[in-house]
């Protein structure tokens, strides 16, 4: 009897057969894809995500466009919540910022447009009233506060064009009045109903609403977390947030890096530079600062006369070891100066140079007249020693700075009493009353360079600047001139013109331009500085920072990414 297969048990080994094949299919296909994958080219990106803890020197006290100045703390927050119409650039040009561009009309008439979509950080659209509104608050009868500034503007006449234009008339031409516009601008639809004594005394931390790249998230008594502002128009970073934390001086920063509270030092001081030059974790950055430290003379003390001639200033300039002084005494935080100009500034020109030359500075001293006639050791004429103080303020730095410089003169037989005092006595004690011989002052040199506040002749008395009572009618001619033409070109070569009288006669000695050096974690990537005309600006390029990474194809890999972490593989195969 034969016996043949049901049509069930037929279907069932067809089945196995199919399945069978499929399941040698599947194999294949995945030796092929893992064969495939293996060999796929992939590339680390920067990833979203983390925060920056940043340790900064003190508390803010305000958080207000208006009194940014009150601190190092208070200027690096505004610098990231407010805008301007403008903002200095490194070469302390003013660029545009909020104001798409303007135009000066007879020197005196400045037109901004303002560039459109740009936001508050609560949405709300920036327009013209916001700007008269902020300088308003400027030209206010009975503003008590801000001098500086009340004294500019309510000599301006305001007028809105338009809602996104404003026109801005001066008395006079005034070419430095685009630094003035740099000031971050106040949202009206927030603050219009507060008086404006009211608002010029005030921190706004309970709504500090401005146009920046960063936000304020949170407000603690020992932090502030800034995040990304979502009606920022800019770059949105990569890092979730900036988280300031604040302590009691720069001292204790370093401390806070090498406990691991913090991944970025506001300011490593001269003094922490060897110790943090070796370590392996941290990076340092370093630019010139928009300031430079200069001993200047009192030409009126009827107790130094000798300090008039200028060539017992020029014996003492070439007599300054100024490299040694930056070296020793500022562990090489320094620049030689050779200008009351900055080295980045548009207007900067280097006219005479004073080397450290002991010979030529003890042949000027003869040629006045100066010489050790008794053998003590220190130059006289007529029975008078040369001889005299020479001051600053009791910042551990400058204190050092002025025993060397002391010592740097004494080897010339000039005597000189070196005395360190507070800040304030320097100023109300000595430098105001005009009753020093001789100081160590640094000046700060922000936006544009007019040198008329601090050397113009009639800035020598009532409560101006010019310390120095320095008066020479060559150069205040170039100051006046100066700062009142808007042709690049031709105040450049006046200012050439003021650096090389300057130079000669020395109503001040140029020591150097100091280095800000900045210290950040080796965690953090991609952190760049370059040249800034303030260590606040060291957060512009903030977009770029990032923690962490991500492996993509590389056809996947966006064509901006900004450079992969030190060490980093940029391109492997994925295994």
Known sequence: M???????????KHMRWQIALALVGILLLATLLGYSTYNVATVLIPDEGGVFREGIAGNPQYLNPLLCNAGDADMDLCAL?????TRIDKHGQAVPDLAAEWTVTNDTAYTFRLKPDQ???????????DVLFTFGILQDPNLSTLPGLTGLWRSVIMEKVDDMTVRFT???PFTPFLDYTAMGLLPAHIWRDVDADTLTRSSLDAMPIGSGPLRVEEIEADHILLTPSEFYPGKRPYLDGLDMRFYPDYASLFTAFQNGEIDGVSHILPAEIPAASQRDDLQLFSTTESSYL?????????????????RVRQALYYGLDRQRLIDEAANGQGLIADSPFLPENWAHHTAETYAYDPARANQLLDEAGWVDSNGDGIRDQDGRPLAFRLHTNDDGLRAGLIEQIAADWGRLGVQ????????????????GPRSFDSAL??????????PYPLWHSTQATGGGQNYSGWDNPEADAIMEQARAIIDETIRAQLYARFQEIFMTELPALPLYYPVYTYGVSTDVYNV????????????LTFSDWYKLTRRVPVNQAPADAPPLAPGATPIDAEE
């Open 416 to 431: 000189v009493t070196a005395e360190a005092v507070s800040f304030n006595d320097l100023i109300t004690d000595f430098l």
């Open 528 to 539: 760049q500085i370059g040249a800034l005309n303030l260590a606040s600006e060291r957060f």
């Open 81 to 85: 919540l407010y805008r301007g119409l």
């Open 441 to 450: 002052v640094g000046w700060e040199q922000l936006g544009d360079p007019d």
């Open 2 to 12: 034969t016996f043949s297969a049901s049509p069930v048990e037929s279907i069932s």
């Open 294 to 310: 200069n001993v200047i003379f009192n030409l009126n003390n009827p107790d130094a006369p000798f300090l008039q001639d200028d």
């Open 170 to 172: 001066l008395s006079e």
């Open 119 to 129: 936001f508050w950080h609560d949405g709300t659209p920036i327009t013209a009233d």
